[in-house]
């Protein structure tokens, strides 16, 4: 029998011919591009997760809520269908429980989440399949309240667009500018179930609904998003809130609660865990918040739970997350109720707050501390990353500045917001310190610190002011925001001294 054949001598195999060559070569090329872009995605994600688990840990310090046992009528706000169980389910069980009232406003139908529609209608989503959702959405939070004792009458739809609350409040107040859904196409709500069905897309219209809603309902507490909450819609109806409050000057003004939502890592550890405590992430533990917690008995979370699963659309992407809320208590902090500083009349304008000369024996102090650090892009670029916001008024004029974790940056935006109560229709104002080449003013930056000053009369020379900034790249996203808040500038207005 004859073996295989083998090379004799020196005589060596044919080597792969230059098509079977390259073809390797090219499938090596591919593998190894492959491979670094895999590695550099892991590398980011490690990094953004790292950043948002250092700004959720959490603290223990968390006093229980007084007065709890006094509320007699709660307003919850949420932002899209699920918010209001997410954040009060318990709050408003025992509100109930103790013989009080509870309202429901929620603000949007979330009706622009492409992948829950997408998996909901099995089709690539339009205009129809979007409103669909809408209509699921609100009877999903109808069957979920009424678990809780709250009927279909204590509940208001307002309607206005998912993902669109932030830009009612920074661009489209009036409606000469009425903003369009990418989603629904509307600029109205098309709804059956809408609190105003003439209301259009504007800030002017969601503040009127929400300013009537309060006044009708004259709540004690109301609960609404957390300013420092990282979806723009959450943020935005917060900052609404808290305006409408404010412009409410006839009677007392009602208790305001923040709740946190979206954050980071927040909360931490998420699941399904309800024997569990929910804490703050540490980073938003500061002097100007209060933080407090509402204690559940094991029957009310035990309901908030079975509330928590009526939400059928969101469960498949998100019910992780959503079962996360539902924990042996929730989580509320309070505003340190934020007055302006007194400034003297004939002072040059500075940013530099130690150099401000205020009236009286007033001690200099922040409006607002915001967190640092929370993001990867905040984390290496220090000059878009706010640590403070200052606001000082005198007779003509109210100065806002913004204090940054480094040196501020000529090529950045710096953008100022302020939208101020009158008493009447608001008046909304933006400030913007444009990227430039050249250094700016030393009355707009000097270090740390970036400035914009606002005419009064021009404001309407209001007793209240929400302000807020934001920093961008040249022609990119934001990449911090400091703020909402609400300042009172009524109680900074005390007559000025005659100086020695």
Not at 170 to 194: A, C
Not at 351 to 371: A, K, T
Not at 381 to 397: C, H, I, K, Q
Request: hydrophobic residues 45%.
């Amino acid at each position: 029998m004859t073996g295989p054949s083998r090379p004799e001598g020196n005589q060596i195999e044919a080597s792969p011919t230059p098509e079977r060559w390259t073809r390797s070569h090219r499938w090596r090329t591919l593998s190894r591009v492959l491979l670094l872009a895999v590695i550099l995605a892991l590398a980011v994600g490690v990094a953004t997760l790292y950043v948002g688990r250092l700004s959720a840990l959490p603290t223990p310090f968390v006093d229980d809520m007084a007065g709890v046992e006094a509320i007699a009528r709660l307003l919850v706000i949420a932002p899209h269908p699920d918010d209001e169980i997410i954040a009060a389910g318990g709050l408003m069980q025992k509100v109930l429980q103790q013989g009080g009232q509870v309202h429901v406003v929620i603000v949007t139908n979330g009706d622009g989440s492409a992948s829950a529609t997408m998996l909901e209608s099995r089709r690539l989503p339009g205009a129809a399949q979007y409103l669909q959702a809408g209509v699921n959405r609100q009877q999903e939070s109808l069957r979920a309240l009424a678990l809780l004792g709250i009927p279909p009458e204590d509940v208001d739809f307002l309607g206005y667009p998912d993902q669109g609350i932030r830009a009612l409040w920074s661009d489209h107040w009036n409606s000469e500018g009425v903003y369009r859904s990418p989603f629904t196409r509307m600029t109205s709500s098309m709804y059956p179930l809408t609190y105003n069905p003439v209301s259009v897309y504007t800030g002017n219209s969601l503040l009127a609904d929400l300013r009537s809603i309060i006044a009708d309902f004259c709540p004690d507490v109301v609960v609404a998003p957390h300013l420092e909450d990282s979806h723009a819609d959450h943020w935005a109806t917060g900052a609404f809130t808290a305006l409408a409050a404010a412009l409410e000057r006839n009677g007392e003004m009602p208790r305001l609660l923040l709740y946190l939502v979206h954050r980071g890592d927040f909360p931490v550890p998420r699941g399904s865990l309800q024997f569990a405590p929910l804490f703050p992430p540490l980073r938003l533990v500061n002097d100007t918040v209060y933080w407090q917690k509402v204690t559940l008995p094991d029957e009310m979370v035990g309901l908030k739970g079975e509330a928590m699963e009526s939400f059928r659309s969101q469960l498949p992407l998100t019910g992780t997350y959503l079962r996360s809320f539902v924990r042996q208590n929730e989580l509320f902090c309070e505003l340190a109720s934020p007055v302006a500083m007194p400034l003297i009349a004939d002072q040059e304008p500075t940013p530099l707050v130690s150099q401000w000369e205020l009236i009286g024996e007033v001690e200099l102090r922040p409006v607002l501390l915001d967190s640092t650090g929370d993001t990867l892009f905040q984390e290496l670029s220090r000059s878009t990353d706010f640590t403070a916001l200052y606001v000082g008024v005198r007779e003509d004029e109210v100065w806002i500045v913004a204090e940054l974790r480094g040196g501020q940056s000529s090529v950045m935006r710096y953008r100022f917001l302020v939208v101020a109560a009158d008493g009447d229709d608001p008046i909304s104002v933006r400030s913007v310190l444009a990227p430039r080449f050249l250094p700016r003013s030393p009355q707009e930056a000097v270090g740390r610190f970036v400035m914009a000053r606002f005419d009064r009369a021009a404001l309407g020379d209001p007793h209240t002011l929400v302000a807020s900034v934001e920093s961008a790249y040249p022609g990119g996203p934001v990449v911090d925001r400091a703020g909402w808040v609400a300042v009172d500038l009524a109680a900074a207005m005390v007559p000025e001294q005659p100086r020695d």
